[in-house]
């Protein structure tokens, strides 16, 4: 059984960072895409990033450049940095796991507020 567990939870100032961390169990994470995506009201999660196994990124256009995401293949860890934080990047992330052999796991998701 694959488990992803999120943290970085928090309330940030507009203009502020935040660095969210993803662990999952199982030994093959490696060989897998692993990302962060969010909620969109009325719609399917949209990606905010994500990173292969051979290291290939992929973002948003809402956060180029501002965002980072990298892994730790040894800890089984991916993180998402989040710069230059904006009241619209407000929303519950969710890590994603997909496997190569078409697996698609979810984590519980992590609420990030971007507030005065």
């Known amino acids: 059984q694959v488990q992803l567990v999120e943290s970085g939870v928090g309330l940030v100032q507009p203009g502020g960072s935040l660095r969210l961390a993803c662990a999952g169990s199982?030994?093959?994470?490696?060989?897998?895409?692993m990302g962060w995506y969010r909620q969109v009201p009325g719609k399917e999660r949209e990606l905010v990033a994500h990173?292969?196994?051979?290291?290939?990124?992929k973002y948003a256009d809402s956060v180029k450049g501002r965002f980072t995401i990298s892994r730790d293949n040894a800890k089984n860890t991916v993180y998402l940095q989040m710069n230059s934080l904006k009241p619209e990047d407000t929303n519950v992330y969710y890590c994603?796991?997909?496997?190569?052999?078409?697996?698609?796991?979810w984590g519980k998701g992590t609420l990030v507020t971007v507030s005065s």
């Open positions: 994603n796991y997909k496997s190569r052999g078409g697996g698609d796991y």
């Open positions: 199982g030994s093959f994470f490696r060989f897998g895409t």
């Open positions: 990173v292969t196994s051979s290291g290939t990124e």
